[in-house]
């Protein structure tokens, strides 16, 4: 993931971000408490028109340290991606990352057919989509329950294809 250059920040700004984290005792999580995207990571604007998007526990590393994380990833140690108390955070290569990740069993398992548990092929699930049968009858067909076939033809599940 490409990262951009955190800007200077304006002692505004700065009293800005941390009015938007609810800061606690030094061992505990700072909760950031606005914007999260899916992922849960806050974001924080700096700038006009989108440009200055930052997630927030990368400025929160900037601050406390004054180290740009540029190219690097801020690690969480409490692995809680809203945190944003610098103690909980360092600096870490993709490897790293990746590390991290496995270590806490954080890896998303393989979507579709790639996933060792799934019954079905993308093509599959396509036919179940279009095919026109009642929910029944194409749950025979595949030997699923009619739930998993109405979850399907509803996007809630293989959202991917």
Do not use: Q
């Not at 997630?55 to 590393?61: G, K, L, T």
């Not at 945190?83 to 600096?91: F, V, Y």
């Amino acid at each position: 993931m490409a990262h951009r250059a955190i800007p200077p920040l304006s002692e505004s700004d700065k009293a800005r971000f941390w009015g938007k984290v609810e800061v606690r005792g030094p061992d505990e999580c700072w909760e950031w408490k606005a914007f999260l995207n899916n992922d849960g990571y806050g974001h924080f604007h700096l700038g006009k028109h989108g440009n200055g998007m930052f997630r927030s526990p990368r400025v929160a590393f900037f601050l406390a340290t004054g180290i740009d994380p540029a190219e690097m990833h801020v690690l969480h140690r409490c692995d809680n991606p809203p945190c944003c108390n610098p103690d909980h955070l360092s600096l870490g290569t993709d490897g790293d990352n990746s590390a991290d990740r496995d270590k806490k069993k954080r890896r998303k398992p393989p979507s579709g057919s790639l996933n060792g548990f799934s019954k079905l092929t993308e093509s599959d699930v396509l036919y179940i989509r279009s095919c026109g049968d009642s929910l029944r009858k194409s749950a025979k067909k595949f030997g699923l329950d009619y739930t998993t076939v109405s979850d399907i033809r509803r996007r809630k599940s293989w959202r991917h294809i």
